[in-house]
Nanobody, 120 residues
Framework: VQLQASGGGLVQAGGSLRLSCAAS????????MGWYRQAPGTQRELVAQ???????LYADSVKGRFTISRDNDKNTVYLQMNSLKPEDTAVYFC???????????????WGQGTQVTVSS
């Protein structure tokens, strides 16, 4: 399974960006899709997550500003980021929990990371 993330960039505070992460390869189902971020000198942290039933989870720091969504037909997860702040600056990674064949194990996959920089 390969993950291709895109959509990062440089934006001014208050602006918006939309991240995408598309999975390809042998996939039976994707149980969980999420976005993490890591700023220099910090640990990777969960930003948002969506499970197969549609339930979402957000870090407190992004609630009300970020929205995670998924397109099951395209095996793609999105992160719409609005009202961006300089403290949102980080490398953003997508993370998918994939089952490749029926009754097979669930495996974690990570995207390559995309840089988001918010200027003040």
């Amino acid at each position: 399974v390969q993950l291709q993330a895109s959509g990062g960039g440089l934006v001014q505070a208050g602006g918006s960006l939309r991240l995408s992460c598309a999975a390809s390869g042998r996939i039976s189902r994707i149980n969980r899709m999420g976005w993490y971020r890591q700023a220099p000198g910090t640990q990777r942290e969960l930003v948002a997550q969506i499970i197969s039933g549609g339930t979402t989870l957000y870090a407190d720091s992004v609630k009300g500003r970020f929205t995670i969504s998924r397109d099951n037909d395209k095996n793609t997860v999105y992160l719409q980021m609005n009202s961006l702040k300089p403290e949102d600056t980080a490398v953003y990674f997508c993370n998918l929990a994939v089952v490749q064949r029926n009754w097979g194990p669930e495996l974690d996959y990570w995207g390559q990371g995309t840089q988001v920089t918010v200027s003040s």
